[in-house]
C-alpha cells in the first residue's frame, strides 16, 4: 500500500501564556494529540469553531511552527528536518486574505515569479514563461501580469495567492479558509478553480474551513476538531449526513437556513466554548453536551471506529448517530 502524501503523527502544541504582566505564566494547548492521513490526490477537510486549532495545524504543515510533541511527514520527509526550500518545493499556502497576502508594492508577474526567483530556477525569459503559463492556468490574462494588487477585485487577487503557490508545482497545498473573505458569488469560482488544478496538476488539499457546504463539496474525507483534538472523521457523505459526535451534530444545527421565517438555527448546546486555558476534564466537550452522563467527565473516549472508516471520539457514538 502506498503512504499517504501527508501523515500528522499524534501532534501536540502548547504554548506559553499571560493574562497579565505580573500574572504567573500558563500553558495553552492549541493542539492536543492530533493523529491524520491525507492520500496523494484527495482533499482533507478540517473544521471546526474558530479557536478549536485547525490554523495552528496548519502552520505546523507548513513548517511555519514546530509541534510540542508529535510530527508532520510530507512525501514520507519529517517537516521540520527539512531545510525551507525543500520544504516549499514539497507544500505550500493559499491564505485566506487576498487583501494582505500579497506585496501591494509588486507587480503580479514578480509576486508569481518570486519563488522561481528564490530557488534560482530558470532565465528571465523562462520565468516570465513560466508566470504566463501559470497566469493562464487560474484564469488570469497575460494584460495582469503588469497589474498591481490594488489593480483587481478580491477573486483576481486569490487567482494570483494560487498561481503563486502552484509555480513550484508542490506536492501539496494547504488551504486556509481560501474564500471566506470573497463574495459568495465569487467563492464558487475560486473553489471550482481549485478542484479544477487539483484534477490537472495531481495536487493534494488540506482544506480547513468553517463552512460545512464548501468542506462538503470538495472534501474526499472530513475531520471535525473541537479543543485542538479530532473528535470525528470519515467521508463527507458519512460524517455530514448521518454524523455519530454530537459535536457535528450541533455543527450541522448551527447552519443558517436560507428560508424566510425559520429565524436563527438553535443547536441545543449547554453553555458556552471552554477556556483553552483550563479545559474540561474527560470529554472536552461534555459540558455543552445533551448526551452527557457523569462518564464524560471522568473518561476521554477515543477516536474509535463507528463504522467503517468512520471514527468518533464519543462513549455513545452509536447513540448520536439515531
Do not use: W
Not at 151 to 166: D, K, Y
Not at 192 to 199: D, F, K, Y
Not at 207 to 222: C, D, E, G, M, Y
Not at 242 to 258: E, N
Amino acid at each position: 500500500m502506498t503512504a499517504p502524501l501527508l501523515q500528522i503523527r499524534d501532534v501536540v502544541r502548547r504554548f506559553g501564556v499571560r493574562r497579565g504582566v505580573f500574572a504567573p505564566r500558563r500553558t495553552l494547548t492549541a493542539v492536543a494529540g492530533v493523529s491524520l492521513d491525507l492520500p496523494r490526490g484527495e482533499v482533507l477537510g478540517l473544521v471546526g469553531e474558530s479557536g478549536c486549532g485547525k490554523s495552528t495545524l496548519a502552520r505546523i504543515v507548513l513548517g511555519l511552527d514546530k509541534p510540542t510533541e508529535g510530527e508532520v511527514l510530507i512525501d514520507g520527509r519529517p517537516v521540520a528536518s527539512l531545510h525551507r526550500l525543500e520544504r516549499s518545493r514539497l507544500v505550500q499556502p493559499v491564505f485566506q486574505d487576498p487583501y494582505s497576502s500579497l506585496n501591494p508594492r509588486r507587480s503580479v508577474e514578480a509576486i508569481i515569479g518570486q519563488p522561481l526567483l528564490v530557488h534560482g530556477e530558470g532565465t528571465p525569459a523562462e520565468r516570465r514563461d513560466r508566470v504566463a503559463e501559470m497566469l493562464g492556468l487560474v484564469g488570469l490574462g497575460p494584460r495582469h501580469a503588469a497589474a498591481y494588487p490594488s489593480q483587481l477585485s478580491g477573486g483576481q487577487r486569490q487567482r494570483v495567492a494560487i498561481a503563486r503557490a502552484l509555480i513550484l508545482r508542490p506536492a501539496l497545498v494547504v488551504c486556509d479558509e481560501p474564500t471566506s473573505a470573497l463574495d459568495v458569488s465569487v467563492q464558487a469560482q475560486i473553489l471550482n478553480l481549485l478542484m479544477e488544478l487539483r484534477a490537472r496538476l495531481g495536487l493534494s488539499y488540506l482544506f480547513i474551513s468553517h463552512n460545512l457546504a464548501v468542506v462538503q463539496l470538495v472534501a474526499s474525507r472530513v475531520a471535525v476538531m473541537y479543543l485542538g483534538r479530532v473528535v470525528e472523521e470519515g467521508d463527507p457523505e458519512t460524517v455530514l449526513r448521518t454524523p455519530a459526535h454530537p459535536y457535528t451534530r450541533a455543527l450541522l444545527a448551527s447552519v443558517l437556513q436560507p428560508r424566510p421565517g425559520r429565524g436563527l438555527p438553535d443547536p441545543q448546546l449547554a453553555g458556552s466554548f471552554p477556556n483553552p486555558l483550563e479545559p474540561p476534564s474527560g470529554c472536552a466537550f461534555h459540558p455543552r453536551c445533551p448526551l452527557a452522563v457523569p462518564r464524560c467527565a471522568a473518561e476521554r473516549p477515543g477516536l474509535d471506529p463507528a463504522t467503517g472508516e468512520h471514527r468518533a471520539a464519543c462513549h455513545f457514538a452509536a447513540l448520536a448517530e439515531t
